[in-house]
């Protein structure tokens, strides 16, 4: 079973800067694209940033030059290094992988979702 868990989320202020965790754990073969998904209350999920396996990132345009992704292939590890931080940026930040596993037999690759963590950007 894969799982993935989303760390480092919290309060900060306008201008502030935070960074998120999501680790991949389980039976894991190899991991293709990683993503960062938010999503703020009354809002529709918005694709924040996506990360491929040869670490190539691409970004919604309402995080580029603020937003940096990337990841630690050994360490099944995406990160999200968020500078700049406005209040507009407060929602609950999630990760997607899309992940071939292997447990005793391969399966997928299928994509896998973590529970998310909150960021608040306030005074």
């Known amino acids: 079973q894969v799982q993935l868990v989303e760390s480092g989320g919290g309060l900060v202020q306008p201008g502030g800067s935070l960074i998120l965790s999501c680790v991949a754990s389980g039976s894991i073969e190899r991991i293709n694209a990683m993503r960062w998904y938010r999503q703020a209350p009354g809002n529709e999920r918005e694709l924040v940033a996506v990360?491929?396996?040869?670490?190539?990132?691409n970004y919604a345009d309402s995080v580029k030059g603020r937003f940096t992704i990337s990841r630690n292939n050994a360490k099944n590890t995406l990160y999200l290094q968020m500078n700049a931080l406005k209040p507009e940026d407060t929602a609950v930040y999630s990760c997607?992988?899309?992940?071939?596993?292997?447990?005793?037999?391969?399966?997928?690759?299928?994509?896998?979702w973590g529970q998310g963590t909150q960021v608040t950007v306030s005074l």
């Open positions: 990360i491929t396996s040869g670490g190539t990132a």
């Open positions: 997607g992988a899309n992940i071939l596993g292997y447990d005793g037999s391969w399966y997928g690759p299928i994509d896998y």
